[in-house]
């Protein structure tokens, strides 16, 4: 429980827990938080050992996908995600490292994708899935070449480089997007505009109510990397046009 819902350990010493298993049963002894958190550590260290295991089977074979970004503090992330075929002949996807990356380069990223995958005791990677970017490029390439000295790649790393095609229809419909900039921006500087103070989003909800827009949703603002929060956020747009009309006879 403590893990799938993602609570505090401390969430035993809670008042609510504590009622609840006094109902429940009694004479169950309640754990001390670090007790929690030692179960959990070794549940980790077991299903960790349990997926080096697979991993290590002779005709185990994984493919790869890495997604790099920049959070709002300005800190690069790199997620690495493996799937592979189960015995059962299951899809299966883990998460095998989450980590942050002091430097967005290449074979920075590279670098630690290899040392991972030795970590993990993989060697039989067949597609390394990455966004079409210049940096990723160098980091596949520097995979390549390591991968061949260890001479257990399948298919010789010929279709090792896997461009993300979602990451290209984004790069294409923003592209698109820029013979609308004019309109688009538009549209986003006045939802910027209202969500910009609390109480300019409380006039705007009384406006919504007044010309009578049945939605309980709100405006929405795009992420210029997304495409499909720009579609979002001008649908939302839409939908408040009036409200948008009305807030700007009063304001002016």
């Not at 004019?182 to 409380?202: L, Q, T």
Request: proline share 3%; hydrophobic share 35%; aromatic share 10%.
């Amino acid at each position: 429980m403590i893990i799938i819902d993602e609570l505090p350990f401390k969430f035993v010493l809670g008042e609510g827990f504590r009622f609840y298993i006094s109902i429940v049963q009694p004479k169950f002894p309640l754990p001390k938080k670090i007790t929690v958190a030692k179960d959990c550590w070794n549940l980790y260290i077991s299903e960790n050992n349990r997926l080096k295991t697979v991993f290590k089977q002779p005709n185990q074979s994984v493919c790869l996908t890495i997604d790099c970004w920049t959070s709002v503090q300005n800190l690069n992330y790199m997620c690495l995600t493996a799937h592979y075929i189960d015995h059962d002949w299951k899809l299966q996807k883990r998460i095998i490292n989450f980590c942050l990356i002091k430097i967005h380069k290449g074979e920075t990223i590279g670098r630690k994708i290899e040392r991972y995958l030795l970590g993990w005791e993989i060697s039989r990677v067949i597609t390394i899935t990455v966004d079409n970017t210049s940096s990723n490029d160098t980091a596949i390439s520097y995979l390549r070449t390591r991968m061949e000295e260890w001479n257990l790649h399948p298919l010789k790393g010929e279709h090792l480089h896997v461009r993300c095609c979602a990451h290209i229809l984004n790069l294409v419909v923003n592209d698109g997007l820029k013979e609308m900039h004019e309109s688009i921006s538009k549209i986003r500087n006045a939802i910027r505009y209202v969500r910009a103070s609390p109480s300019r989003m409380n006039r705007f909800k009384n406006f919504i109510k007044e010309v009578r827009i049945q939605d309980k949703c709100t405006v929405q603002l795009d992420v210029s990397t997304r495409w499909n929060s720009t579609y979002t956020m001008l649908e939302s747009g839409l939908k408040f046009q009036k409200a948008f009309k009305r807030l700007g006879e009063r304001d002016t």
